[in-house]
């Protein structure tokens, strides 16, 4: 629900900046003799993707070392779980079997009447 309340105005303003800005600009690059017309809203939201899309992947690249740490950490806990669970069985079985409770045990558990 909080998406919705946060993207309908966002596109609200996506929309109506597109349907102000509709004179055309030229792109050039530089070095080249290249151009391009294009609306100037078309021009903006293009290169806010651009960019967006670039701190996008400038934020994911920084995070690899934690993700990477965390998978490892993950495997060592994965590992010392089985060890655990290994050593719990080796002992159950050095234990063996534990004898019932007597029926006359205050630890029994009382059984219904049914």
């Known amino acids: 629900m ?4 946060l993207l309908v105005p966002l596109l609200i303003f996506l929309v109506l900046f ?5 004179q055309e600009v030229q792109l050039r690059l530089w070095p080249f003799d290249l151009a391009w017309a294009v609306p100037l809203s078309v021009a903006v939201l293009l290169i806010a993707a651009v960019f967006f899309l670039f701190g996008a992947f400038i934020a994911w690249a920084a995070a690899l070392p934690h993700r990477r740490r965390a998978k490892a950490l993950e495997n060592a806990a994965r590992v010392i779980e089985a060890e655990l669970a290994e050593l719990r069985a080796k002992e159950a079985r050095q234990v063996g079997p534990v004898p019932p409770a007597p029926a006359n045990s205050p630890t029994a558990l009382p059984r219904s009447a049914a």
């Open 18 to 22: 597109g349907l102000s800005n509709r």
């Open 2 to 5: 909080i998406r919705l309340i």
